[in-house]
């Protein structure tokens, strides 16, 4: 058994193809929606709307982290569905986890492109190389994709350019 957030230098393809691989992947870890109004009810006492708890599902992509800090955010609001309706990767709470739990143990090129691609809604390599000025859009990508920090699985489109986007928790109000 094997645990950890990034793939492996291992054969997993080969595993995988023999069938002797079994694979928990970020998609398994996301609470669906009756998992996240069971935990937005009764482990955070929260009583919200559907459309709320749809919302809030929906920017947090169903991440326990991310429900969790939304969770505490939420704690002695008044007008609960104003906040949810705003919530966005802005939140102090959101801000500090995102910079202790997952910026820091990132390499300053890593970093770097982070931030320069912020700005993006869709990733692909060649527009993430016009907006960083690089040449390794499509490299950087890859390599984020296999430390699992990209949000949402590859698609290709008619032009062949592989493209993904980022977390709605992360991007800011919708």
Do not use: K
């Amino acid at each position: 058994m094997i645990s950890t957030r990034a793939d492996p230098d291992l054969p997993l393809a080969r595993w995988r193809v023999r069938g002797e691989l079994v694979e928990i992947r970020a998609a398994d870890l996301r609470f669906t929606s009756a998992e996240t109004t069971a935990y937005l009810t009764a482990v955070t006492g929260l009583d919200l709307a559907a459309a709320d708890v749809a919302a809030l599902e929906e920017r947090t992509e169903g991440w326990i982290a991310a429900l969790q800090l939304a969770a505490l955010s939420l704690q002695g609001r008044e007008d609960a569905s104003r906040f949810i309706a705003r919530f966005a990767g802005d939140d102090r709470y959101i801000v500090d986890y995102l910079i202790e739990e997952v910026l820091r143990h990132q390499t300053d090129t890593v970093r770097r492109f982070l931030l320069q691609s912020a700005v993006l809604d869709r990733l692909t390599g060649p527009l993430c190389d016009a907006v960083t000025g690089g040449d390794d859009g499509s490299e950087m990508l890859v390599a984020l994709d296999r430390a699992n920090l990209s949000s949402s699985p590859w698609t290709t489109g008619a032009s062949g350019t592989a493209t993904t986007t980022c977390s709605p928790t992360c991007s800011g109000p919708g």
